[in-house]
């Protein structure tokens, strides 16, 4: 079973440019997909963006297109995520995802995936 420890988080305020990381061990050569989830009090845990590791191709939620970035360097080892301009509304704990499943019908979805990290939680202020 492998390992995925996210870093990063903490109180940003609006506009602030934040950069979360996610590390992965154990598993990185069987990784599918990975991806960055969230959860705020009292909602479902949401898809934010997700990466085909073996292509690069990512997909965004509509809440956070142009607004946040993922990158992966040595595919399925490492991957970033960057909130060049955070609002209150994406208060919320961020988990990092993996997957070796296949196939994978929707990257956003949280059945996807079979790997979790403990989560990372970022406060965003106005």
């Known amino acids: 079973q492998g390992r995925l420890v996210e870093y990063g988080g903490g109180s940003v305020q609006t506009g602030r440019s934040r950069r979360l990381s996610c590390a992965a061990s154990?598993?990185?050569?069987?990784?599918?997909?990975m991806a960055w989830f969230r959860q705020a009090p009292g909602k479902e845990r949401e898809g934010v963006a997700a990466?085909?590791?073996?292509?690069?191709?990512?997909v965004y939620a509509d809440s956070v297109k142009g607004r946040f970035t993922l990158a992966q360097v040595d595919a399925g080892s490492t991957l970033y995520l960057q909130l060049y301009d955070p609002r209150p509304e994406d208060t919320a704990t961020y988990y990092c995802?993996?997957?070796?499943?296949?196939?994978?019908?929707?990257?956003?979805?949280?059945?996807?995936?079979?790997?979790w990290g403990q989560g990372t939680q970022v406060t965003v202020s106005s």
């Open positions: 990466v085909y590791t073996r292509t690069g191709n990512m």
């Open positions: 995802a993996a997957s070796d499943l296949s196939p994978v019908y929707d990257v956003l979805k949280e059945s996807s995936y079979n790997n």
């Open positions: 154990g598993f990185t050569s069987n990784i599918n997909y």
